[in-house]
């Protein structure tokens, strides 16, 4: 996809400071981090780096991602020292660095009026919880050494096949923000939904197909639409579905010890004894049976407990999840592809079911009776590593799947959201 390298304008939250420090290299970890060819060129001129590379890893940056080890039950990049700081970068500067690592934690998208938007993932503790300095002087440089912005889609679906122009998709998703700010996360999510059907079949009957909405026409169908809402009734149940255990075993397993450390970009190759042990994993999320060392979690948590704990998204910590799946919204990244509406809302809503039930997680193994600030602000990092912040063009296909399935069959997405209603 291309990108926009310059900007005349960056826009970033004023209020957010950053620096990168007190932290056990966190962006070195966990995730794969991709590398160009050229920089994987300098890793292998380099003597002591090449070093390094040993077991698979050559055949891993070959491949285009930094090689990872096994350090503390967690997965590192092998140019990671233990005092916390990249072997790499000691030796040729921050210019040497992979782009990712450069810009990180920022990242960059042109919006619908092609100002330059910026995007800091809250998986960095520092953007986390607003430490460091204010983010404006660094924007522009962070903007080049992301190797410029993502541009949005120029249109996007409607589940009647019918396409909608930028403006357009946008104005939808603007009701989308004031239905999550009035209901909350989980009846916001599905009241968008519907709203976004209603809007299609509207759009359907006043507007000839080829033909986009004029402006005061499209917010006649928009205010049609809100008008036909009903109260979306949230029935709570008390374990999840299965294809919600299906998404908790894939993604909460895949941060569960030893199933972390199993990736195509990990050096070593998986002992008989992880393998075992990442099918463990997969049957506790899924059956809830025994327990599982959850990545950032104190201790090991049973799957099964996690519905004992309170479920929180329609109480005192509602406001930091609406703000957080508004952001995103703001940030414009649910846009960059194209593709349905409905499938970006259901991308909303796994974020909420992963938010609501890593929280739950957290409060468990910290042995507090409620989810508690410190535990959602933890899982909205966990969320938007694993469901905003993804390498482009990545696919993965438990994902896919699921999303086609809960868009395919409106009546789902509420049962599969009901356990953390
Ligand atoms: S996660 Fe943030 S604070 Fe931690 S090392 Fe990376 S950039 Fe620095």
Redesign the pocket.
């Known amino acids: 996809m291309a990108r926009r390298k310059s900007a005349l304008r960056i826009v970033y939250p004023e209020e957010q400071r950053y620096e ?1 420090r007190d ?1 056990p ?3 070195c970890k966990t995730w794969g981090i991709p590398v160009a060819q050229e920089v994987a060129h300098v890793i292998l001129s380099d003597e002591e780096l090449r070093g390094r590379l040993v077991g698979r890893a050559p055949g891993v940056l070959a491949s285009g991602t930094l090689p990872m080890i096994e350090r503390d039950r967690q997965l590192q990049c092998v140019l990671l020292d233990d005092d916390h700081l990249c072997a790499l970068h000691k030796r040729l500067g921050h210019e040497a660095l992979p782009s990712a690592c450069q810009a ?2 920022f990242g960059f998208l042109e919006d619908e009026g092609g100002r330059t938007l910026t995007l800091l993932s809250r998986h ?3 953007i986390r919880d607003n430490y460091g300095h204010p983010v404006g002087p660094l924007v522009r440089d962070k903007l080049s050494q992301a190797g410029g912005a993502l541009p949005l889609a120029a249109r996007m679906g409607l589940r009647s096949g019918r396409t909608l122009p930028v403006r357009a998709y946008l104005a939808v998703a603007e009701v989308w923000k004031e239905l999550l700010r009035e209901e909350g996360p989980v009846p916001g999510i599905l009241k968008a939904y519907e709203f976004t059907d209603a809007f299609d079949e509207c759009l359907l009957r006043e507007v000839a197909r080829g033909t986009d909405p004029e402006p005061r026409q499209l917010q006649k169908l928009l205010d049609e639409a809100r008008a036909r809402l009903g109260t979306p009734r949230v029935r709570h149940r008390r374990r999840p579905i299965w294809q919600a255990r299906i998404f908790y075993a894939h993604f909460l397993g895949g941060l569960s010890y030893p199933t972390r450390v199993l990736t195509e970009y990990a050096v070593a190759r998986p002992t008989v004894g992880q393998r075992i042990g990442a099918w463990g994993n997969k049957l506790a999320w899924m059956l809830h049976v025994g327990t599982v060392d959850l990545l950032h979690v104190p201790g090991r948590v049973a799957p099964g407990k996690i519905d004992r704990v309170p479920t929180f998204l329609a109480g005192e910590q509602r406001e930091l999840v609406v703000d957080y799946l508004c952001e995103v919204i703001d940030r414009r990244q649910p846009f960059t592809k194209m593709t349905y509406l409905t499938r970006a809302l259901v991308n909303l809503g796994l974020s909420v079911a992963l938010v609501s039930r890593f929280a739950r997680a957290s409060a468990l193994g910290h042995g507090h009776a409620e989810v508690t600030q410190g535990d959602v602000a933890e899982a909205v990092g966990v969320a938007d590593l694993l469901m905003t912040h993804r390498r482009e063009g990545e696919r993965n296909l438990v994902l896919d799947n699921l999303q086609l399935v809960l868009m395919s069959d409106p009546r789902l997405l509420p049962r599969f959201l009901a356990s953390e209603a």
Do not use: D, G
């Open positions: 990168c932290c290299a966190r962006c990180y934690p960095c503790p520092s």
